[in-house]
Structures are given as C-alpha cells and as structure tokens.
C-alpha cells in the first residue's frame, strides 16, 4: 500500500512536529502532550474515559458482550489499561490537566471538541462543570444518539451525550459550517471491538466544521479520530495508553487509507477542503496529492 500523504493547506508544517504526525503513539497522553511543542495543533477532538465505573447507575446498560465490548466496561473491567474507576476528585483534576497540555499544544485559532457524558451519582445529576470550570468554555453540543436499555425506573432512558467545544480566542467555524446546529442526530459506532469508540460521522463532523490542519485526539481508542482526520484530508496525532487499542488504531488506519487510494488511473477524488482551496487558487492540482476523501 501507498503511503498517505495529508498535505497542509495554506500554511507550512510545523517542522518540530514531523515525529507526532500521522501516528499512533502508545502512551500514556500527559507524558506524550508535553513532548509536543506549543501551538502544533490546530483542533483536538476527543473522548476521555468517563469514569463511569463507579458510578450509581444512570441507565447506562447497553453491554453486548465481546472482549472489549461495552459490556466489559459496565461489568467492571474497564478499558484494556484503565480501569476507569478514579477517584472522583483525582478524575477531575486528572481532566483539568489534560485540557491545560490539549490548550498548551493548540494553536490560538485552535479548539477542542470534548465529548462526556453526564452521570446520575445518589439520585443527583452530576454534570462535568467541575472539570469545565475556568476553561473558555465557548458552546454545549449535544450528540443525540440512540437509544439503549434502561432498568432504573428512577430515569428517562438517556439518549445523549454532550460535546463541550473549548475555544482559543481566535477559532472561527469553517465557512458555513455553523449552519449545521448544536445538536447533532448521529447512532452510535456499532461493530467495534472498542468498548467506548464514538462513530466516524461523529469525528469528521467536528473536523470538517473547521479548517483545522492537524487534528490531535490524546485518547485515541480504536483510532476514530484518525479514520475521520485522513477522510477530511487532514493530519492526525493519536495517543492511547493501550498498545491493544493502539494495534486496533493502526489497522484502522490504514483500512481507512487503502479505501481512499485511488485505483490504477484514476484521479483522487478531492475533499470538500481541497476544493474550496482550489477554487481559492492555493492548492496544488489535484492528481499530486493522496488525500482525496470519497464523499
Ligand atoms: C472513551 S475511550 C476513546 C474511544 C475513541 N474515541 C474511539 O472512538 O475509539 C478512552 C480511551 O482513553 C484511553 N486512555 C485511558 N487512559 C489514558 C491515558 N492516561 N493516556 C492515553 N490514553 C488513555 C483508553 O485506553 C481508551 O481507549
């Protein structure tokens, strides 16, 4: 297989950066961030773990089975590394502090998609305002997903999750981009061994709502982030503390990169940002470049 090569739009690479791009880097995301240089990212769009595990329950038994299935998680192994099971006030500021490296490492027209999940703890909804407080919280968005089971009659079957997008002063939406709304009806991923993994449509929405360069998910998981950045013409930075999930990244990847190779002849079909950077007359002709997206 050809190598994919995402190309910049509009500005150089950071050189400081070459070693981060286009990988999936098994480590634990704080050590990793802190490696990286200030400002090299443009957007980050990401799902931490929710520590849900000591959780009192809030209808969130959609388990199907399977070695890392959902599942897995609400029965009480967590994820392959971790074990999400924290402490509440050690989760919170564990959080706090990967969004100080994600701010540090974006770009000042940079943003973060954060997506979590609000819990129910005795009865009283616990919303991530702890975690939030003091971050340039900009809007709440809300990914309306499909339904599962629920077994406590003490709630409404809950059928969302929320998408706090973090914003550095300077980020602006794509053009157009804004029309798309707050709320977003997306299903959930389905056939994924990840037990936690957020669909496609979910991260190439986010992505393509920006014109973001680099795109850096710390928690990266099965790779969904990546899959979506390649789509969207765009370079990618995964991290994942575990090498399984990692393996799992990598070979989506590159799944996800042989679909878009064009065959024999072929021209690439361009992504929505290169033809805009086309018409604008600041791209190079599309048959040099490997990043088409089939849409
Ligand atoms: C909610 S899942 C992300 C799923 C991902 N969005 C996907 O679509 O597959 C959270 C991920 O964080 C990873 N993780 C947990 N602790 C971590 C740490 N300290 N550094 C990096 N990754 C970590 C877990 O292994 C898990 O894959």
């Known amino acids: 297989m050809r190598p994919v090569l995402p190309r910049f739009f509009g500005t150089r690479p950071i050189l400081p950066m070459r070693p981060w791009l286009n990988q999936i880097h098994h480590s634990d995301c704080l050590s990793a961030m802190r490696r990286m240089p200030a400002a090299s990212v443009n957007l980050v769009v990401t799902s931490p773990p929710y520590n849900l595990l000591n959780s009192s329950g809030n209808g969130m038994k959609n388990g199907r089975g399977g070695k890392w299935s959902r599942a897995a998680l609400l029965l009480g192994k967590g994820y392959a590394a971790h074990d ?27 943003a973060i998609f954060y997506n979590h999940k609000w819990r129910v703890q005795r009865g009283l909804l616990q919303d991530r305002a702890d975690i939030m407080d003091g971050f340039p919280v900009r809007q709440i968005i809300i990914w309306q997903r499909s339904g599962g089971f629920n077994h406590n009659p003490g709630y409404f079957l809950p059928t ?44 190439r929405r986010a992505i393509a709502a920006t014109t973001a360069e680099v795109v850096l998910d710390p928690f990266i998981g099965s790779g969904t982030t990546a899959v979506a950045a390649l789509q969207e013409g765009r370079q990618y930075v995964g991290i994942d503390l575990s090498e399984e999930y990692c393996r799992l990244a990598r070979a989506r990847v590159a799944d996800a990169a042989a679909a878009l190779e064009p065959s024999p002849g072929e021209p690439p079909i361009p992504s929505a940002l290169e033809v805009k950077a086309m018409l604008q007359g600041t791209a190079e002709p599309a048959n040099s470049r490997q990043t088409a997206a089939r849409r």
């Open 160 to 203: 969302y999750e929320v998408i706090y997008l973090i914003a550095n002063p300077d980020f602006r939406l794509a053009p157009k981009a804004g029309g798309i709304g707050d709320v977003w009806r997306i299903r959930q991923d389905r056939g994924n061994p990840h037990p936690a993994s957020f669909p496609v449509e979910l991260a």
């Open 84 to 110: 999400d099971c924290m402490p509440h006030d050690d989760y919170v500021a564990w959080q706090r502090e990967c969004l100080r490296e994600m701010l540090r490492v974006l770009t000042p027209d940079g």
